[in-house]
């Protein structure tokens, strides 16, 4: 399946956008994980809805620079009445997925919940045959089945291994599935920009009404500079991820959205001294494994 961008180009100019893709894609991962590592790193000593909030705030500025100086005009730019829905049923999906993947991750290792989000290319496959009616054949579906079975062996269902925060994983991977899915349904005319600062503003509005019920506490020095970091890295993790799915064939791009993994096993080695346990790294490496056999046969079906 090709993404609208790669339609009429010639072999070199299609290779030229899936390396394009590819790049972006790997840029997206390494930015959405080292945010992920500042705020982590942060302790839990700032209540979640206000680190959003200002994590949020700051992030909104930073992206209303980039289009001013980068894009103008590119946020008067008139959007169709559908592409405005998809806007807002993927800023409202990014809420979501924020605050589930967040609250996994201050109670769980870093690499166990990227582990799981790892599963992305066989939720949005099973996502698309359910919602959108796309032609998915049983191979696939047996290799979505395996791999869910390796999403079990990081979570391992039972008394010890399972908790409401593997729960809350779970929930981030439904949230991004549809974020996901929604960019591919808009127009290509749609500004990447425009799409960007739509989903900050509305996790910073959102954020900002839930940090109102709760205590806010003084934010110090370290967590300050954490906070600004993690700003700077989700504005690149949301707009590459928006550019990501506009360049290339999307059953080339995909894999490399598994170098997410090598970074949190990386980071959360380095910052945190985590290290899966044995089963966590088994069962994400079949959940690669039928990621990658999934896009070759969306790939195979898509050439014939």
């Known amino acids: ?21 590819a790049l972006l894609m790997m840029a997206a991962m390494a930015a959405f994980t080292i945010n992920d590592t500042m705020l982590k790193a942060t302790g839990g000593e700032v209540p979640l809805f206000q680190l959003l909030f200002l994590r949020g705030l700051l992030a909104s500025v930073l992206i209303f620079v980039l289009a001013r100086a980068r894009a103008r005009g590119s946020l008067r730019a008139p959007i169709s009445r559908r592409d405005g829905v998809l806007i807002g049923i993927r800023s409202l999906a990014e809420v979501g997925a924020a605050y589930f993947f967040l609250s996994a991750l ?3 290792p870093l690499a166990n919940v990227s582990a799981v989000l790892q599963a992305l290319p066989l939720t949005v496959t099973l996502a698309s045959a359910i919602f959108l009616r796309e032609r998915v ?38 949230c991004v599935t549809v974020r996901d899915l929604s960019v591919r349904r808009m127009s290509p005319a749609v500004s990447s920009i425009a799409v960007t600062l739509a989903a900050s503003l509305t996790v910073t509005i959102c954020a900002g009404l839930a940090a109102g019920t709760e205590p806010w506490v003084p934010v110090d020095g370290a967590n300050a500079l954490l906070i600004a970091g993690s ?65 070759y046969r969306e790939r195979k079906v898509a050439a014939v």
């Open 231 to 295: 700003a700077v890295f989700i504005v690149g993790g949301y707009y590459t991820s928006v550019q990501v799915m506009r360049h290339g064939d999307i059953s080339y791009i995909a894999p490399f959205r598994y170098t997410s993994l090598l970074w949190a096993l990386l980071l959360g080695w380095l910052v945190f001294g985590d290290w899966p346990a044995p089963l966590t790294l088994l069962g994400a490496a079949i959940i690669v494994a039928t990621g990658l056999f999934t896009l």
């Open 137 to 174: 054949g049983w191979r696939r579906l047996l290799a979505i089945l395996i791999g869910f079975i390796g999403m079990l062996l990081i979570l391992r269902p039972g008394p010890e291994g399972f908790s409401v925060w593997s729960i809350y994983a779970l929930l981030a991977v439904a």
């Open 106 to 108: 201050f109670h769980m």
């Open 1 to 21: 399946m090709s993404d609208v961008t790669g339609k009429g180009l010639s072999a070199p100019a299609k290779m030229s956008e899936n390396m394009t893709g």
